[in-house]
């Protein structure tokens, strides 16, 4: 089987800073892939150049087979690589289905329908709030609202970028459960997080990330048998 994402010596910077050194990672269809490694390592900059958002200097984007090095971010859509930024972002003064209509703006009117229909159906939690407010929504439902707006985008593969960051536990556990219930529906997942030990219990594989360089790339169990890479990478 071919990658869906194949990513190869990828470098990419703001200014003079150099962030992303030469990055390969892959991401097989239906993988659901853990992307780890501490505040600064380079995983925002990475998805946002895969993005478009930020030019890539040199190195390769391949996806599904073509070369998206960069395209701009409307077309990066387009190929079904959607990315659920950091921080949510909702726009707090539209409603919940206004979100969501947002998220589906390259698609038909009758796909659009479907899609939300999907989206609901595994959100229920929006359903019941489709006229609320997105800025009024708990943080957790903003996630959701987030990812669920991220599906309306047909996506292929699905970046998420620390969706648990500021959320409780029993929303992160919730949270968790609803990534893998989307991988087991077949959708691939690139998985960015701080939340090692959830994150691990879930990916099929995982990548360490330092200083704009992968460091390490494995399952789940190859990296927590390694003491070395538990202590320096991964704070366990
Ligand atoms: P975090 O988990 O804290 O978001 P990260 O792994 O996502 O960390 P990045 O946000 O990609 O890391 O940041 C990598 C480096 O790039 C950092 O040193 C950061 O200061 C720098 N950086 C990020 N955005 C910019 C920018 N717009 N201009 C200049 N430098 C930036």
Redesign the pocket.
């Known amino acids: 089987m071919s990658a869906l994402l194949n990513v190869q010596g990828l470098k990419s ?3 003079v ?1 150099e ?2 050194r030469g990055v390969d990672l892959q991401v097989m269809p239906g993988e659901l892939v853990a992307l780890l ?12 150049t895969l993005s478009g958002l ?1 030019a890539a200097r040199a190195g390769q984007v391949g996806f599904d087979g073509q070369d998206i090095t960069g395209l701009h971010s409307r077309q990066v859509v387009q190929h079904g690589l959607i990315q659920v930024p ?1 921080g949510r972002k909702v726009f707090p003064n539209l409603s919940v289905h206004e979100n969501l209509e947002l998220g589906a703006f390259t698609r038909g009117r009758e796909r659009k329908q479907q899609n939300l229909d999907k989206v609901y159906e595994t959100f229920p939690r929006l359903k019941e709030r489709v006229a609320q407010l997105a800025g009024t929504l708990s943080g957790g439902e903003q996630q959701m609202l987030a990812i669920g707006r991220g599906l309306m985008a047909e996506p292929r593969l699905l970046i998420l ?2 969706p648990s960051l500021g959320l409780s536990p029993l929303l992160v556990e919730e949270l968790f459960g609803l990534i893998s219930q989307l991988r087991s529906s077949g959708l691939a997942i690139l998985l ?1 997080e ?1 939340n090692v030990g959830q994150s691990l219990d879930i990916a099929d594989r995982a990548y360490v ?1 330092e200083n ?1 360089q992968i460091r390490f790339s494995g399952t789940p169990a190859e990296l927590l048998a390694s003491d070395t890479l538990r202590q320096a990478y991964l704070g366990m």
């Not at 490694?37 to 946002?48: F, R």
């Open positions: 910077g703001y200014g800073v962030v992303l490694g501490s505040n600064g390592a380079g995983k925002t900059t990475l998805n946002l930020v950091e970028d620390e960015v701080q990330m704009g």
